[in-house]
């Protein structure tokens, strides 16, 4: 399953994509753990954490309902989603864009991110020509994200470039998952069972309930890809690690312009941001 890739340019290998993929979600991953978020949030009048964060990932997209955030976000259940109902009164998306470039600025200076003007705006050559060469057709949350007007602030603007490949992989992701008939609770079972995240901080973040959690489970049991206990089979694994490559298929595409060689010198200038971060503990709950 892949996306027509641009002949123009020579094709790209998929451990590249892979690579470069990894190295912009390590990158972009921050901005919903660092205790900035929580308190931008609550100074926008929104302390619950659950609206929050669709809030300020969907800011993007402008005041849509709930429904298309769901529609969009893909594994986050109805009934968190449907949380998120007002938050555009409290304050406008362009306020919650606004407030998120703020959040993740003061966040990169307080670990100490060390990157240079000189390697920012080399990675800014590389992830620029991605950006504008991009095919969004089907890219809902990428599109979103690339229409919004940089912040003056050059590692934050950045910041925002890593943003808009980020979801694009994540769109192509959700087109993968739902052409392989895996459902929007059944992801988040099968990624927790192949120990991708911890169950504990999926079940919590995502909202699903227990008699939907066991239900999803029960259906990649007969599927073959769990054990009764709910631990990954053969199968299981290698179905998860082929939704993965089927992304990567999709991605090739997107990385094109830039080349195997491009994608992973982007992928080595990004590797600071997620260094200091995780030295300064951001990341210990999702071990």
Do not use: K
């Not at 992304?247 to 941001?273: K, N, V």
């Amino acid at each position: 399953m892949t996306d027509c890739l641009d002949r123009t340019h020579p094709p790209i290998d998929l451990d590249a994509v892979r690579e470069v993929s990894r190295a912009v979600s390590d990158a972009h991953l921050f901005v919903y753990l660092v205790p900035e978020s929580a308190a931008t949030a609550a100074e926008l009048g929104v302390p619950d954490r659950g609206p929050a964060y669709l809030a300020f990932r969907a800011a993007a997209l402008g005041a849509v309902p709930w429904q298309v955030v769901l529609a969009t976000f893909y594994n986050f259940s109805p009934h968190l989603v449907r949380s998120m109902t007002g938050v555009w009164d409290v304050a406008a998306p362009e306020r919650w864009q606004s407030a998120r470039f703020t959040m993740a600025g003061r966040a990169l200076r307080r670990v100490g991110v060390a990157l240079t003007a000189e390697r920012i705006a080399e990675a800014r050559s590389l992830v620029d020509p991605v950006v504008t060469a991009a095919d969004y057709a089907g890219r809902p949350l990428a599109a979103g994200n690339a229409s919004v007007p940089l912040p003056p602030d050059p590692l934050v603007a950045l910041w925002q470039r890593i943003t808009v490949v980020r979801e694009w992989r994540g769109d192509a992701h959700v087109q993968v998952l739902a052409a392989d008939r895996v459902g929007p609770c059944e992801c988040n079972v099968l990624h927790t069972a192949t120990g991708r995240l911890p169950t504990a901080l999926v079940r919590a973040t995502r909202g699903w309930t227990d008699e939907e959690w066991d239900a999803a489970t029960e259906r990649l049991v007969a599927r073959g890809w769990l054990h009764a206990d709910g631990t990954a089979t053969d199968a299981g694994i290698a179905a998860r690690e082929r939704i993965e490559v089927e992304t990567d298929e999709h991605c090739a595409a997107l990385w094109a312009p830039i080349g195997a060689r491009g994608a992973r010198r982007l992928a080595a200038l990004l590797a600071p941001i997620h260094a200091a971060f995780t030295a300064a503990g951001t990341f210990d709950r999702l071990r």
